[in-house]
DNA sequence: GCTTTTAGCTAACAACGTTAGCCAAGCCTG
DNA sequence: CAGGCTTGGCTAACGTTGTTAGCTAAAAGC
């Protein structure tokens, strides 16, 4: 009784939901078939298993995160840029932490893997932001990573709560995009 | 017959060599026991079980790294201090992934949970590391989440092979020592 | 030396991922 | 429009893994 008319897209968006309500580690293929009022073998048509679930999932995530930074740097550069596109990047990690799970540890098969053309897309949203500072070209590459480390670092972190005592976590960030952009400055 | 001669320490300790071996994700409770020459349900008596044989490893690590980075910082102060602590760091990630990703996402119930006291006591080896620059009051807590958030974010980056093009990742590091170095002393 | 605790064992079960094989709904062609 | 083909659902069944129950023999204590 094919009615149900689900496709790859469906399973994988529906996968990218649940894991952020649920979290990656609980999403299983019972509790998503469950959720798309189908059967447990039947998503096994649309994908090969959990482990190509979970890689389509961190697809679609770098897929957002690289439309959600490069979207919030239009028409800014320098300090306003940075601070757009880190505060865009971590509001992604806080608001999707399932599907943010699914991209760390998926390596890409070769360069035209999707994984790989789509995290190329979003590390080229972050490369973006660097080019609002005279920075040299031996020192992009590094300055790049600096901000991938820190960024990934620091929304991690806080998505398991990592970070227990006193101080603001919204002021931490804050600091820490003055700290970032004060650096690059004087790169 | 009683003659293995487990305790949980022990369970602990061949549970954290392996998930550096296997990584954590295929640690399994029938790997760990037949590492230990042991069948599967006897490692309940040492551990209540999966979940809490993680937990463990987490608190282990935690304690190594904080004795790691303390011992890395002996007798240094300031960007020396700083190379020190964050080379170690990466050091101990690189060469034990396995037990490293167990403290992710581990939460520590209460203060007096173990978990919060090893990673307090990592944390202060960090802490330590600032004391050696001229840094206000109020901004200690978030150089400090800064250091963590970078720290972590690069190691782990590293470890899952999150940085695939070109250039070189040590130099990458060295670079990023010196970028915090300043900043520190801007602050 | 007898009792009690402990630390191993076997057997069994539940949950989950996965495969095989069936069958009806929708489409495509003659 | 009829018949076959493809597709996407289904049930049944299996392997793996985590876990519990209950037994037993070695060690530890009186």
Redesign the pocket.
Known sequence: ???????PAAVVAAGAALADEVGLAN???????ERL??????????V??????IRRIAVLALSEVADAIGGAIQGYAGRDALAAAVRAFRAFVLEHPGRYAATIGAEPSGPDDPLAMEGGRAIGAFAAVLRGYEIEESDVDHALRMLRSLSHGFATLQANNGFQWSADVDESFEWLIAFVDRGLRAV
């Open positions: 009784m094919p009615k149900a008319g689900l496709d999403l299983t293929m019972g509790l998503l078939a009022g189908v059967r447990t073998p039947s998503l096994y048509k649309h090969a298993g959990q482990e190509d679930l």
